[in-house]
């Protein structure tokens, strides 16, 4: 693979500009398919399997239109202290306030609570339910104006008014600010790595182009694929990530192969062929977390994962096309300042530099440093057995919002459960064996043992089809949507369908959002487990192919695992337990996303083997070309400890820029992955990777025999193009030429140079 990609690398350099012009072209036609393709559509949330999924679908098989996902508001009125919403004056307006929220053209109804009986015992305060005929993403400007109005008109008049529900939700990029912060950081941190402008503006540049190709590309083919509009968020995010680091990689290696004296297109070979391998397998790991997205069972997910994976295909080819290409433009603009002003390349790489100190440090006292590590990581970890999983809603937003002050307000006035009702779907005539049962009787018998249920509050009266063989009632709960005694009930209450079914011939399901976040949590906890085993067990055999150990693949996933319990440990500990959460402004702690896990899995996976495969495949390159264990980890962390800071560095600031979102979520998937990509660079692969390999020392790169002979020869190492260097060196003293110059009849015409000659002329 080395000499391949060595030669893939040179010809991007030659054929520069045909390079650059193919990229351009492929920009600019998904680019304009984008703009002329159908808006993508919003697919919803599904998961089939689960017992809420089944009994939505049989509403929308039994009450057709009556799921419709328009966007909907709950507009929730609270009288002034001492007065009641009853009142004349207060009624009045909220009437008016009302029949303005029906004007609308998007509204397909606007419900009076004081004909709906939405009023709470004490008459304090009532809600309005506003529906739309279009989704959140659809609504029209005006139609927001409108609910804005309402709500100030209604406040003017003295009452308390706020507002929940998907319409409250300007479908704006959260994250957008964060993305810009974390920009501006990678670029400050990349220009401290390579003291140089144009070697900092490379990575970002080519990182944006392939975020560009990959966005445009999502997009042109949403409608024909199925995407929704938040398909491509996953890609987005880590395209940027893995583009910077590829492009970096690379980067670093062609001014190393400089710094020894070749010439820039020989570098440029040189630096694709080693470090590039490198990117390939790391893109690959990557790959293979987010495709194994698809065990999990939830159709978007599976989307996002894939459409991510494509993102990082994109940002691998760029890399070992688009950025050797852009080397041929400024071959000497990467190099540090000095080096352009005096025209002398100095090599580091027989220097000693921080990641040398560091590692001979690490190799002085291996033990302590592995124990260390691991009992540090192991104690963040604990908190992560106490996980609980759900889906926050309105109840973790800042108070700062109306959503959350709406919330409050229903939860006091109509109790805590009121937030989260489960609807329980009687079907009397599902199958062969259900047929003919009275669904009546079987909707009062319900009814009746519901009722009967601990930690009920009430029971609607059922609604039955115009086939009147299905029956919907809401059950509210005495417990918010968030208490695992809501939890508890709902599994009560699905154990109590048994008696029924024998008792009246018919059966029921429970949905409704809390009923589908509780089974939603549920199965992506029993699927991490399975992920973890497919993802997992996939890398090692990447890695065996890769290092050609057995044992450095088994590191690296047990390192992995151990730096992702330590990462859900901490947000833990934090989002769901609350230590610390004022400082990260959580105002409300509770369960865990359930969809977090997996996305901190998937991600970190990806980038932790970004770091391992650089980081390893230099200490495995130095150990093959003959140096002893320990010298071959001092030589790896010479070479790519700075590298690897500066990636992790830049993902961690891209990551915890998320943290200052108002959103609970946002903050927690920023808070995880940031303290994941911490653990995993510096603690795992900076600290423990490097003591465990001193303490195996030459064990460390045993494979079998057995093995090896099944195993493909890759030659990351690029073992090959070291042999092919010594050769032309060796054919160079032999003709009596320079050992710079070699014998390729493409080589460039200035000579390759020794360490501190003159930087090659362009």
Not at 506 to 531: C, H, M, R, W
Request: aromatic share 6%.
């Amino acid at each position: 693979m080395a000499t391949f990609l060595y030669r893939v690398g040179r010809l991007a350099f030659r054929r520069r500009w045909y390079v650059a012009l193919v990229w351009a072209a492929v920009l600019a036609a998904v680019g304009l398919g984008a703009l002329k393709a159908p808006g993508a559509s919003d697919d919803g949330f599904s998961m089939p399997g689960i017992e809420a999924q089944k009994a939505f679908d049989l509403m929308e098989q039994r009450f057709p239109g009556a799921t419709a996902d328009g966007a909907t508001a709950r507009v929730v009125f609270v009288a002034p202290s001492g007065e009641k919403v009853t009142a004349t004056e207060n009624k009045r307006a909220v009437e008016k306030a009302v029949a303005d929220l029906a004007d609308g053209t998007q509204v397909a109804s606007a419900v009076d609570p004081f004909q709906a009986k939405a009023v709470s015992k004490d008459g304090t305060t009532a809600y309005a339910t506003v529906t739309y005929k279009v989704a959140a993403d659809d609504l029209t400007d005006a139609d927001r104006t409108r609910l804005e109005r309402a709500i100030h008109t209604a406040q003017d008049s003295g009452l308390t008014v706020e507002a929940g529900g998907s319409a409250m939700d300007d479908g704006g990029g959260a994250g957008g600010a964060a993305e810009v912060i974390g920009v501006v950081i990678a670029a400050v941190v990349l220009l401290a790595t390579f003291g140089s402008l144009v070697a900092a503006g490379l990575p970002l540049l080519t990182a944006l182009i392939g975020v560009g190709v990959s966005t445009a590309t999502i997009l042109t083919l949403s409608q024909a694929l199925g995407l929704s509009t938040t398909t491509g968020t996953l890609a987005m995010m880590l395209g940027l990530a893995v583009g910077i680091d590829y492009a970096l990689f690379v980067v670093s290696r062609y001014r190393e192969e400089r710094a020894k004296g070749r010439a820039p297109q020989e570098a440029v070979g040189l630096a694709v062929g080693t470090a590039g391998s490198a990117v390939v397998f790391a893109g690959l790991t990557v790959v293979i977390a987010l495709a194994g997205l698809a065990v999990v069972g939830i159709p978007m997910l599976t989307k996002m994962g894939l459409a991510a994976a494509g993102a990082v295909v994109v940002a691998v080819l760029i890399a070992l096309t688009l950025v050797p290409a852009f080397l041929g433009f400024w071959p000497n603009a990467v190099l540090r300042r000095r080096a352009r002003k005096t025209g002398r390349i100095e090599d580091e790489s027989t220097r000693n530099n921080g990641g040398s100190r560091w590692a001979r440090f690490v190799l002085r006292r291996p033990l302590p440093v592995l124990l260390l590590g691991v009992v540090g990581l192991g104690a963040l970890a604990v908190p992560m057995t106490a996980l609980q999983l759900g889906m926050p809603g309105d109840e973790a937003k800042s108070t700062s919002t109306t959503e959350r002050r709406a919330y409050d307000a229903l939860a006091e006035a109509f109790g805590p459960g009121f937030n989260g009702p489960l609807t329980v779907v009687v079907d009397a005539n599902g199958d062969a064996e259900t047929k003919g049962a009275d669904a009546k009787g079987a909707a009062d018998t319900v009814a009746k043992k519901l009722r009967g249920t601990e930690g009920v509050i009430s029971v609607s009266p059922p609604r039955f089809n115009e086939a009147g063989d299905t029956a919907v009632f809401q059950v509210v709960p005495s417990t918010s949507p968030t208490d695992e005694k809501t939890k508890d009930l709902v599994t009560t209450i699905r154990g109590e369908r048994p008696g029924v079914e024998s008792e009246t011939g018919a059966t029921f399901e429970v949905t409704g959002t809390t009923a589908l976040n509780i089974d939603i949590s549920d199965k992506v906890q029993a699927a991490l487990i399975p992920y973890l085993v497919v993802v997992v067990g996939l890398a090692i055999v990447l890695l065996l192919v890769v290092f050609r150990s057995l044992l450095v693949p088994l590191k690296a996933a047990l390192g992995f695992l151990l730096s992702v319990l330590a990462s859900l440990g901490v947000v833990v500990l934090v989002f769901q337990q609350g230590h610390g959460a004022g400082l990260l402004g959580v105002e409300q702690t509770g369960p865990i996303m359930s969809l977090m896990p997996i996305f901190l899995v998937g991600i970190v996976f990806g980038l932790a083997m970004d770091y391992e495969v650089f980081l390893v495949s230099r200490m495995r390159e130095a150990y093959v070309h003959g140096e002893r264990p320990g010298e071959a980890i001092t030589s790896g962390f010479r070479h790519s400890a700075r590298v690897v800071v500066a990636a992790a560095l830049i993902m961690i600031a891209v990551f915890a820029g998320f943290v200052g979102e108002s959103d609970s979520m946002i903050k927690m998937i920023g808070f995880g992955l940031a303290s994941a990509v911490l653990f995993d660079a510096f603690v795992v692969r900076m600290a423990i990777v490097p003591a465990v390999l001193a303490l195996l020392g030459d064990r460390a790169w045993w494979l079998p025999k057995w093995l090896d002979r099944l195993l493909p020869n890759v030659d990351v190492e690029g073992e090959a193009l070291s042999r092919r260097q010594e050769a032309d060196q060796e054919a160079d003293r032999g003709a009596g030429r320079g050992a710079g110059q070699g014998t390729d009849p493409e080589a460039d015409p200035e000579p390759a140079g020794t360490p501190g000659r003159e930087v090659a002329r362009t």
